[in-house]
């Protein structure tokens, strides 16, 4: 995940700085470096979630290969955001919108919308969502470099 990464890449800076400095032993290095973890670190919160935000998750969970691009695409379908003047610019960008989503009631809606149209397709696509989401609520998502 993103977390360990950083901080293991921290970690190895830290501890080649303290080689040259002798001041600074390991041991000092690797607690503070334990402060990165807890700091800065933010939680995925599919019930307080911005499109961004949504979207940057996502984007982490394929690139470490723990959602598939099939997985993605209810997930990424939640995150548009289309005016309904239309025009030439049709989506709204994602990154210049700090409105927060529940993205759990999203789901639990187009679930029973869904069920009311008898549609299996969908109805498993969100369902299979809804699981992704409850496994990595609370999950450790990145690190907040403005902590």
């Given at each position: 995940?993103?977390?360990n990464?950083a901080?293991?890449?921290?970690?190895?800076?830290?501890m080649?700085?303290?080689?040259?400095?002798?001041?600074?032993?390991?041991?000092?290095?690797?607690?503070?470096?334990?402060?990165?973890?807890?700091?800065?670190?933010?939680?995925?919160?599919?019930?307080?979630?911005?499109?961004?935000?949504?979207?940057d998750?996502v984007?982490?969970?394929?690139?470490?290969?723990?959602?598939?691009?099939d997985?993605?695409?209810?997930f990424?379908?939640?995150?548009?955001?289309?005016?309904?003047?239309?025009?030439?610019n049709?989506?709204?960008?994602?990154?210049?919108d700090?409105?927060?989503?529940?993205?759990?009631?999203?789901?639990?809606?187009?679930?029973?919308?869904a069920?009311?149209?008898?549609?299996?397709?969908?109805?498993?696509?969100?369902?299979?969502?809804?699981?992704?989401?409850?496994r990595n609520?609370?999950?450790?998502?990145?690190i907040?470099?403005?902590?």
């Amino acid at each position: 995940m993103l977390v360990n990464a950083a901080s293991n890449t921290y970690l190895a800076q830290a501890m080649a700085y303290s080689s040259r400095n002798s001041q600074t032993s390991p041991a000092t290095v690797a607690a503070s470096t334990a402060k990165v973890d807890t700091v800065g670190a933010k939680q995925a919160d599919f019930s307080n979630m911005t499109r961004q935000e949504m979207r940057d998750w996502v984007n982490g969970q394929i690139s470490s290969g723990e959602m598939s691009l099939d997985d993605s695409r209810s997930f990424m379908a939640m995150t548009m955001k289309i005016p309904v003047a239309g025009g030439t610019n049709v989506e709204l960008p994602a990154a210049d919108d700090s409105e927060s989503i529940d993205f759990t009631q999203r789901v639990n809606d187009g679930i029973e919308g869904a069920l009311s149209r008898n549609d299996q397709t969908t109805l498993k696509m969100l369902e299979s969502a809804m699981q992704i989401m409850k496994r990595n609520q609370g999950q450790t998502i990145g690190i907040d470099t403005h902590a």
